[in-house]
């Protein structure tokens, strides 16, 4: 089963951990969840943007810690890589304001709003691409989850408050734990735009737990104490 690899796994306020960040790679092409404010350099040194087929970037909502280097990607896409990254919000708006507003054109970069058109892009790779709008206070925010041609999920969740999982029960009511793999944010405490970690825990069945991982993390965290409950807690990918 593919594993996200994470390039940061910090909430907005802990920049110790860098801005929550994974992607993966699969036939050449490169697949990209949230780009926040230190993302777009980790990506540009790592040299992962190289030599891709298609570059591809889930945004889930527009907080700098998810969105904030977008501009600065999708640049050098155009002016290194001579390359349209494929960004994917359902935000009806916001993004692309944002974006206008950096001065990135909307011929830059190609945009899917909706499942339906990245399903038929992408038919060659995945079996479909679930979206989800969840609560994180006055944003627009979207988990998304990806089913695999072998029959795997990956699901996102992007940052949410615990209100509506619709997709993350939807998952564990029709996919078999060890044929999915959830990344959830967590926070310590309860919090009004947050999931905290017992709330996840009561929203994850037992047997859904060692799929399940933690990420988004604050300063308080404890990480012993999220794996006493069952959970696993993301790891970055170490420098070379
Ligand atoms: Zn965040
Ligand atoms: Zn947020």
Do not use: W
Not at 55 to 81: E, N, P, Q, R, W
């Amino acid at each position: 089963m593919l594993k996200l690899k994470f390039l940061g796994r910090g909430s907005g306020l802990n920049p110790k951990e860098g801005n929550t960040s994974a992607y993966f790679e699969y036939k050449n092409n490169l697949f990209i969840f949230d780009c926040g404010g230190d993302v777009a350099g980790k990506l540009i040194q790592k040299g992962l943007l190289e030599n891709k087929d298609r570059i591809t970037v889930f945004i889930t909502h527009v907080h700098d810690d998810h969105a904030g280097s977008l501009s600065t990607l999708i640049y050098y896409c155009k002016y290194i890589l001579h390359k349209r990254p494929i960004i994917v919000c359902p935000c009806p708006s916001g993004l692309g304001e944002i974006l206008k507003l950096e001065g990135v054109q909307p011929e830059d970069y190609e945009r899917i709003t909706f499942r339906m058109a990245f399903n038929k892009r992408f038919k060659d790779l995945f079996i479909r691409l679930l979206v989800a709008d969840v609560v994180h206070g006055n944003m627009s925010a979207y988990s998304y989850a990806i089913e695999f041609l072998d029959g795997y999920y990956i699901y996102y969740s992007g940052d949410t408050d615990s209100t509506m999982h619709f997709l993350l029960s939807d998952l564990i009511n029709n996919v078999k734990p060890d044929h999915v793999l959830l990344y959830h944010e967590a926070c310590m405490y309860e919090c009004p735009v947050h999931t905290s970690i017992c709330r996840l825990y009561g929203l994850v069945p037992e047997r859904y737990r060692s799929s399940t991982y933690i990420m988004h993390i604050d300063s308080i965290f404890d990480e012993e104490y999220a794996k006493s409950l069952g959970f696993n807690v993301v790891q970055v990918e170490k420098e070379e």
